[in-house]
Each structure stands twice: as structure tokens, then as C-alpha cells.
């Protein structure tokens, strides 16, 4: 199973992204799905969060500003994220529960897209 992460890149204060996360490989299903990011010298923290039904979560960093989707039948998880700020510079890293067969289920991380957010 592999998660590609994309659509990080640079972008001045104000302005918008839309990341991409899409899951392949031997899949029989797609639990949560997430979004994290990882500033330099920080740790890595959670951005937000959807079930498969649809439930979302977000940090309060980023409330307002940011919307996670999905789209189960291309096993892709989206990150809109509005108003940027420099305090969002950071690789983001996608996550998902996959299940790869009856009882075999795991979280699977991509290999994160950095996102640099100019003054």
C-alpha cells in the first residue's frame, strides 16, 4: 500500500493550496483518513481529520480555514486550505487506516508535501 502526497509548494500569505493523498496498491478498505504537518523543530501535529462517512475534525490552528474531503472511490483524501499564513509552513503528511484484507488493517503515512508560506 502506498499513500503519494501532492500540491505543496510555495505560496505568499493570504493565498490558497489544495493538497492531494491518494492511496494504491492491494486495498480492501479505507477507515479515517488524515492530514498532519510537521513545522521545523516541532513536532508533528494533526491538521484534521474525516471518517469514511464523512465526519470531519480540525485543529482550532486551522478551523475556518481549511477543508478535509474525500473521495472513497478514487481512495484520495483532499486538503483545502484558505488564508495561508507563514505559521503554516511545514511538510504535510497524509495518513490513512487502511485494511488490506479481513482482520489485516493498519495506518499508512505518505511521504509528505512541503508547503512554504511567504510574507
Known amino acids: 500500500v502506498q499513500l503519494q502526497a501532492s500540491g505543496g509548494g510555495l505560496v505568499q500569505a493570504g493565498g490558497s493550496l489544495r493538497l492531494s493523498c491518494a492511496a494504491s496498491?492491494?486495498?480492501?478498505?479505507?477507515?479515517?483518513m488524515a492530514w498532519y504537518r510537521q513545522a521545523p523543530g516541532k513536532q508533528r501535529e494533526l491538521v484534521a481529520s474525516i471518517t469514511r462517512g464523512g465526519s470531519t475534525n480540525y485543529a482550532d490552528s486551522v478551523k475556518g480555514r481549511v477543508t478535509i474531503s474525500r473521495d472513497n472511490a478514487k481512495n484520495t483524501v483532499y486538503l483545502q486550505m484558505n488564508s495561508l499564513k507563514p505559521e503554516d509552513t511545514a511538510v504535510y503528511y497524509c495518513k490513512g487506516f487502511v485494511g488490506i484484507g479481513i482482520g489485516n488493517v493498519g495506518n499508512y503515512w505518505g511521504q509528505g508535501t512541503l508547503v512554504t508560506v511567504s510574507s
Open positions: 496498491g492491494r486495498i480492501f478498505s479505507i477507515g479515517d
